[in-house]
């Protein structure tokens, strides 16, 4: 057991100094040496995980997404537990994948050099177009559970909604990292809260009724 808890820490080490080099300095940054150095341990060690820097980026990838799911899942049961309507329970998940903070921004360079190696690597490309058919997939789910609810009409197609959401989303994300400080004396923060709940708001176009058999909390 601790053996095993020993790896999965070096991993860990390895996937941190990737995205910190990436962060730091940009994708071509990232080599074996620099990460080894990066991470305080030994070149051999790095290569006794990872054989490749392809292998490496892939790992800070899931390493990143991993970290991603864990804080977007907390807002879903934060939500659940708050009785919030399922519309800004999908905001506070979209506004995680947005690089509004120092981590998110460092999260969304990882995602994006990775994104950009797919272009060239199809191992690679088969695991970026699976994460976003994931990110569609819970979308959809999301508006299928605001049908049960009430707040989405019966007859919409969550498919279409769930592209449009995720294109809005990737898009607000790239804007966001090319102007930080927001648009126009607007900050980023309320620039994309206001985006999302008027792009929500055409899908969400109900009030939510899950709740209705017990008293509402303030």
Not at 94 to 122: C, K, Q
Request: charged content about 30%; proline content about 5%.
């Amino acid at each position: 057991m601790p053996r095993t808890a020993d790896h999965e820490e070096r991993r860990r080490q390895i996937a941190v100094a990737v995205c910190e080099l990436i962060s730091n300095n940009g994708f071509d940054a990232v080599t074996v040496a620099r990460t080894a150095a990066t991470a305080g341990i030994s070149v051999g060690l790095v290569q006794h995980y990872f054989r490749t820097k392809d292998e490496m980026l892939l790992h800070a990838f899931h390493h990143v997404s991993t970290r991603v799911r864990h804080r977007i899942d907390k807002r879903i049961q934060a939500g659940i537990e708050h009785r919030r309507p399922i519309a800004r329970v999908l905001a506070a998940g979209m506004a995680e994948l947005l690089p509004l903070d120092a981590t998110r921004r460092t999260e969304f360079r990882v995602m994006r050099a990775f994104a950009g190696r797919a272009l060239d690597v199809p191992a690679l490309a088969e695991v970026d177009i699976e994460t976003a058919r994931a990110l569609r997939a819970d979308i959809a789910r999301a508006v299928r559970n605001g049908k049960e609810c009430g707040e989405v009409e019966p007859d919409l197609d969550p498919w279409p909604a769930a592209v449009r959401l995720a294109a809005v989303t990737d898009g607000l994300a790239l804007q966001v990292y090319r102007d930080p400080d927001g648009v126009q004396g607007i900050p980023a923060k309320e620039l994309t809260a206001s985006i999302l709940d008027a792009e929500l708001g055409a899908t969400f176009t109900g009030q939510c009724r899950q709740y209705d058999s017990r008293k509402e909390r303030p």
